[in-house]
């Protein structure tokens, strides 16, 4: 499980991590292509289930990460038409980890970052049981960025700007 401020490359076995989510969240399966493949993706069943009042009150934060958003499929699509050959590779808000397998599938070096930790162990639990190796994941806060995130060749997001802060 990741932590705020601290990279991870998640726990060492993804049965357990998807046992731990289990017992959070009610979990669906999503087929979706990963570039050349089928892979199936677990999320919670409904976003809406997962909406906290004091969270929402606090910073208007809302479960957005918890659900395979259109501009994440046509980010995907796009991220697909890429070879990696090592390049790294950030995504801002990754969601369930969709865009982040497809890049590791093409051989990109992938750090994901959310502003909820959950949406990272889903991410890093998505590429493992799709047989893919685990990203590096990141908690970030946009309003306080970290300066040590490094550099990428690519940088991608999709469907992230919600609020105005």
């Not at 893919?132 to 991608?156: C, H, Y």
Request: hydrophobic share 40%.
């Amino acid at each position: 499980m990741s932590r705020e401020g601290q990279t991870t490359c998640g726990p060492p076995d993804w049965q357990s991590l998807a046992d731990a989510l289990g017992r959070r969240f009610v979990i669906v399966e999503h087929e979706l292509s990963l570039a050349d493949r089928d892979c199936r993706l677990l999320k919670p069943r409904s976003p809406d289930e997962l909406i906290d009042e004091e969270d929402f009150n606090r910073d208007e934060r809302l479960p957005y990460w918890a659900d395979v958003w259109p501009s994440a499929l046509c980010l995907a699509a796009r991220v697909a038409a890429e070879a990696g050959q090592g390049r790294r590779f950030l995504e801002l808000g990754c969601g369930i980890g969709y865009v982040c397998a497809v890049a590791i599938h093409q051989g990109f070096e992938v750090l994901a970052s959310d502003y909820y930790a959950e949406s990272l162990d889903f991410t890093w639990l998505n590429a493992r049981r799709n047989g893919l190796p685990g990203p590096e994941t990141k908690l970030v806060d946009w309003r306080s960025f970290p300066a040590d995130l490094g550099r990428f060749d690519l940088v991608a997001a999709a469907d992230v700007l919600y609020e105005k802060d």
